[in-house]
């Protein structure tokens, strides 16, 4: 591998599952290399897999100079909707916001922020949104006729699970997503199938009651939950804390995104577009996928852009460390 | 679905298989329209399949400000290699040079000409080279500690059914490449296989012999054919014409991109990336690939670019008659 640029100087901000997964992606990647992680926590408490320097958050803005990309590693509902718009006024940044009703208005704000500093803002980058968004274009853009059909799983939602813990006499509670086999199947068959949203995933919920707790009334209160049960099959199973932390502390992921399309003179022709991840960590892919369009972040400032972007924005090659020349000779 | 630009004026150069999915192609985008196939046949004998008037070839250099756009779907073992060069210098093109090891060059001459004239140049422009490449590109970008698998099939091949027709004794005959189930089933599994030519993909023929020629031969100089067959499980069946027309003519293909990778303190996480490809019809596929990189070649030329561009080198988003706006609210 041969690089075809400087290296680039990441700063890590957030150390929790999403930081520590960009820290050692970044590990992986010879043409980066890590300036510091920056926390809220007392810095001291913090003990990286590396040996990057920890700093408190305070200190990030009198470190502008040395950091080429900030990567934001906190979350979508409280961090990001801040952070985001803050720091693109100092830094080239990446996140992963993906709440996805909300990015039209994310995008907006980092947007202005990142051009009147002229720096780069790539957000919503992970697998959804992100590898699976770019798969929707990618299919969509090439079989017009056709149909889009995302599922999700098997893997835990953190939402879900945290539903589930608000409930009165839950001590603690894991939620997965399953995608239903029939319905992947219909799809692959081309049966361009119509699913309910019942017919696409079921939940199957892990709980630890509180002592004395009435868990037939747990159980109904999950199954008819509105917006996060009542549309699904659920099943709820009740073990102990020892069993949740021993058997459900799993942070796999994964999903499929297909797109059936028709061509021909009658629409008569089938294809089947079909993109599937299987993730032993949802944070360490989501990082990994960062840290690639870190690389990115920095391609595009070479090039004179500012404001934010998405990954729809970004020319493939901008990812990569090789040369253009190397990928057509080795990839294309 | 709104557009952003304006109607995008097509050309199409060729009318076998490929032109004439890139036909039909056209008719499913709103936004493009189809000034005319170009063919070196007659004229009068050429039936399009829509009301698209059809040109001689010679009449190609007088249109040049009527085309916005000219997708060739000529060959890549003679036609390409002239025609990219050569048109470059008056259109925009987009092709689908598929010769793996002949790319850098032929990129190198394409862009020499398109830089002179001011036109955009997409080459290599398909399924693979093209929508696998991109695939192998992304995940390798996201998982660098990885490996790559891309599996072919099943399909017809068609430099081995040429292969075939070629031997002594050998009416007509088509070859199947198909890819072997426990390959791809070991590579899901997280196995890192390493696989052998004969591991990843069998042969399978079906042979149209003349009368009275020896079948023996025939199968054992298939069989034992270097580089087409000698290096796989191959399977000759001898059938007759109308079996052959009957049950062999479909074009259908598709296969496998998969890259596992590894990430996390001790490289101890697995991932799993698949891309995979069910396709009615190998042509009409590869020209709704060509008809969608032929907007972002406008996209390209309207953004000031001149040269040769592959895969990737294009936003994903050019490819899109939807502005950035509409993609981030309903793709992202």
Same mark, same amino acid.
């Given at each position: ?227 996060? /049960? ?9 073990? %102990?804390?020892? $069993? @949740?932390? !021993? &058997? ?63 990954? /729809? ?9 090789? %040369?253009?020349? $190397? @990928?057509? !000779? &080795?990839?294309?």
């Amino acid at each position: 591998m041969s690089t075809t640029e400087n290296i680039i100087r990441v700063g890590i901000l957030g150390y929790g599952n999403l930081g520590r997964g960009a820290e050692l992606s970044i590990k992986q990647n010879a043409d980066m290399t890590l300036v510091g992680i920056f926390t809220r926590r007392d810095p001291a408490s913090v003990k990286p897999e590396t040996n990057a320097p920890v700093y408190d958050m305070d200190k990030l803005l009198t470190m502008q100079n040395d950091i080429d990309v900030l990567i934001l590693c906190g979350g979508s509902a409280t961090d990001l909707p801040k952070q985001g718009p803050d720091l693109a006024q100092y830094f080239n940044i990446v996140d992963s916001f993906d709440t996805h009703a909300a990015i039209p208005d994310y995008y907006a704000k980092v947007n202005e922020a990142a051009k009147k500093s002229n720096k780069v803002a790539l957000i919503s980058v992970g697998w959804d949104p992100g590898m699976f968004s770019l798969n929707r274009l990618y299919a969509g853009c090439i079989l017009p006729q056709g149909k889009d059909y995302t599922f999700w799983g098997k893997g835990v939602s953190q939402g879900h699970s945290d539903a589930i813990r608000r409930i009165e006499g839950v001590a603690d509670g894991k939620q997965y997503t399953i995608p239903v086999e029939e319905a992947l199947q219909a799809v692959r068959d081309g049966k361009d199938p119509v699913l309910s949203t019942r017919e696409k995933h079921t939940r199957e919920c892990f709980v630890v009651a509180k002592d004395g707790a009435d868990t037939k009334k747990i159980e109904a209160e999950i199954i008819n939950m509105p917006n996060y /049960f009542a549309d699904y099959n659920t099943t709820v199973h009740f073990i %102990s804390q020892d $069993e @949740l932390n !021993k &058997n459900h502390s799993a942070i796999a992921h994964g999903g499929f995104v297909m797109r059936t399309g028709k061509t021909g003179v009658n629409q008569e022709t089938n294809h089947l577009i079909e993109y599937s991840l299987k993730l032993g960590s949802n944070p360490e892919f989501t990082a990994s996928v960062l840290v690639a369009y870190a690389r990115a972040n920095q391609r595009l400032r070479k090039h004179g852009a500012t404001g934010a972007f998405t990954v /729809f924005d970004i020319p493939p090659a901008y990812l990569s460390p090789l %040369s253009g020349e $190397e @990928l057509r !000779k &080795n990839l294309l």
